[in-house]
């Protein structure tokens, strides 16, 4: 197999296999988690609740508590850092919306491409250092499963080799482009299946937790 | 033109003057990444060459890469380098035809035995001998005879070096490149829809000049010409880089120049010299009469999911897949939330309310005499 074949591939058939894995898992795993229902509140509510969940997704998502802040400095540093850069380097490259716009027939506007690879860049130094804190921190290692470290390197992984593929590094640029979308494939197909569906679940279950509290008159 | 006669003494007859041929070695050497000192080696080496036979076969092809040789660059000295080797048998240009020409192949061959350089055009079909002959000959026979004398193969031409438009999805006559059936010789393969004329002759050049053939990519392409991407060496890249891309071929952004990778450009996979070697004596490449590049030049061209779809789309239709697995995913989802439902309710019904008296009644540590 050549570069060629081996592009053409993960641009067609892998793509079909990544695709179908993905959209099936994260659709079951959704379809399960919320036809699971909760026991029927019997007390009286202070309230729907509807308005609250809503609420509870955005508080809970801005670091607004100084003694947490203070506490978890570093995490919350990194996880913003790598959440927010992954978005600008999945949704906002151009070829990546020229994907999507292939896909859902609709796109929109890009930023300019050294930006984005400035965010890359961010987020592989936030991905390291992360690492770094799971390896040295002793609670954190020791709570640490094999997994973790596998959506880990899912993770690293795409966005490493689209750096290289991007900049003519190591490989042949067919190569290094098809071991990249080749990598997001696989991020694709253990997607559902592992912690990394929180990509899904995390706002479903923050506007849940945030709905409860609402019912029972209880800021979030 | 005899055999014995040397480029020198052709080039003379020709009317070129040594200013002229010099000007020729020197573009071959910046063309073939050589240093400036190598000039003189090259003129030597031309000079002196005894015009080496070529056997030209023409296989499933178009004839576009034997008009892109002859006609671009024609007359120049790279037309006359080409009228400096012996072309034994080529038969579209030979005056020979029937079986005069099948006699022109075999006597070169077998004069020159061990020593002919063979360029193929086209691609060799495997579905059935009949797709493509020659004087009754088919295309695989010829190929294999006449690759066996050869010192040296030049596949010129996508359909050559990869199968090529012939072997394009479904591949209907089972094409296949000459690399595919020839393992025991040295082969360049020269892609391209057509390849870039000096690219042809340059490669004849580094034959003729050092006696070897030039060092290779793992497509078995001349890396001196097939060594930079067009994406690396095009003169849009800044507007890629800015994200600034025309949408249609007609909008302000392709009036401006802007990148043409929405509009389906290969540059970033394709490796060729168009973009600093040029095509009509040096005028332009597609890119720069605002098409995008076809990657022509690339194995599978043909299949890449579509000349006018931009590189980052799927090569092929993966919204009804995701369209399929998100049904099949719903009705696999509600088959467990069932399943689900089932268990709690048999949880429900099966529950047994538990006393006192139960769970003293079972333990064997207690007697009867103790409980009452």
Redesign the interface.
Known sequence: M????F??WV???G??IA??????????????IL??GHKKNLAVTRGSGFKEGFRNILTRSLPRDKNTLRRSMFTIVTGYVLHIGLFVVIFLL???I??F?????FGWP?????IVDLFAVLTMIALLAILYHRLTNPVLKFLSTKQDYFVWALTFVPLITGYLSYH?LFL???WM?GIHILSVELLMIFLPFTKLSHAFTLFIARWYSGSMMGEKGVKS | MSHDETLKESLTRNGVSRRGFLKFCATAASIMALPPSMVPAIAAALESARRPSVIWLSFQECTGCAESLTRSHSPTVEGLIFDAISLDYQHTLQAAAGDAAEEAREEAMKENWGKYILVVDGSIPLGNPGYSTIAGISNLDMLKETAKGAAAIVAVGTCATFGGIPKANPNPTGAVSVSDIIKDKPIVNVSGCPPIPVVITGVLAHFLTFGTIPELDELGRPKVFYGNNIHDRCYRRPFYERGEFAETFDDEGAKKGWCLFKLGCKGPITYNACATAKWNEGTSFPIESGHGCLGCSEPNFWDMGGFYKALSQPAVDVSQTAAYALGAGAVAGLGIAALNRKKKADVATDHQTVTIHDLRRNDPSKTEAEDS
């Open positions: 050549n570069s060629a074949d592009l053409l641009r067609g058939t793509l079909q695709t179908v894995i993905f959209v099936f898992g994260v659709v079951l795993r959704l379809f399960e036809t699971l151009a070829p990546h020229s994907l716009e292939g896909i859902f027939g890009s930023i300019s491409t050294p003519h042949n640029y067919n482009l």
